[in-house]
């Protein structure tokens, strides 16, 4: 493998961790609108304007993606380690990771009001699962600096409105409930995340949790009390909401890399006569 490249496949493993590098895609809109998808948690930028944007991501590591790692990508990643970037490309490109079959985004779902912004979100205020579980996925997954209003239930068609602002887990919406499942289950199918085992393991946890079936997934009572307690313990929404995002980080790590491992006292006590 080049220097300064990583593997579709190795990043796809980074992607939905807590400290996965930055995806930036820069791509023109024109081969954007070929594909009409994305890199999951991928931001879009506009490679011209990079003497702009490059500084904003100085001292983080970050993967830069173009249509076939060849053309742009290089030389914008050579530009952004002189802005402090630790900034390496994707090998083989957008090319490489859907020829790899892995999972892409569909960027026209992504409520931004333009390409370059944050996501904006609303939602009803005091989050219990779900209005915290797909705050996480859309951070991990979708846009990494997305934006969380949390305000009453009768806010939310004027603030949807005034600030273009997509309404999730609230009656009636395009982002909510589904017959038995929950708002969580409906962003992993809409944004093309279903074939993320991991992913769909955490799903039923959540949907367990969050329509009170707790016989879908032993987790789900647990998910559901720690919840339940970081509502009370947290007065402010959005602190509550980065406090919970650990609780789903560990959870997908649990789903994706520890579901057959066990622990129990006797397993971990020192055999007798070692030290």
Request: proline share 6%.
């Amino acid at each position: 493998m080049p220097l300064n490249t990583i593997a579709p496949d190795k990043l796809a493993r980074l992607i939905g961790t807590a400290h996965s590098p930055r995806v930036i895609d820069i791509r023109t809109a024109d081969e954007r609108s070929i594909s009409g998808y994305s890199l999951p948690a991928a931001t879009l930028r506009d490679v011209g304007n990079l003497s702009e944007w490059g500084p904003g991501f100085a001292d983080r590591e970050a993967i830069i993606v173009c249509t076939d790692g060849k053309t742009d990508s290089p030389g914008a990643a050579s530009l952004l380690r002189h802005h402090g970037v630790d900034a390496r490309t994707l090998e083989g490109g957008f090319k490489a990771w859907e020829a790899q079959g892995l999972s892409r985004i569909d960027f026209s779902k992504v409520p931004r009001p333009k390409s370059d912004a944050p996501s904006l979100w609303v939602t009803r205020m005091r989050p219990k699962v779900d209005r915290v579980a797909c705050p996480w996925l859309i951070r991990r997954f979708v846009d990494p600096d997305a934006v969380f209003l949390f305000v009453s239930p009768t806010e939310i068609p004027a603030v949807a409105e005034r600030f273009g602002a997509a309404p999730f887990d609230v009656d009636g919406v395009f982002w909510s409930h589904r017959g038995e499942t929950c708002t969580f289950d409906t962003m992993v199918d809409e944004f093309g995340l279903a074939d993320n085992e991991a992913l769909a393991r955490l799903a039923v946890i959540v949907r367990g949790a969050d329509t009170g079936r707790l016989d879908l997934a032993p987790q789900a009572a647990g998910l559901l009390a720690v919840s339940l307690g970081l509502s009370r313990v947290y007065a402010n929404d959005l602190q509550q909401l980065e406090a919970g995002l650990s609780i789903y980080d560990a959870l997908f790590r649990w789903c994706r890399d520890a579901v057959d491992e066990t622990h129990d006292w006797v397993s971990h006590q020192p055999k007798k006569g070692s030290r």
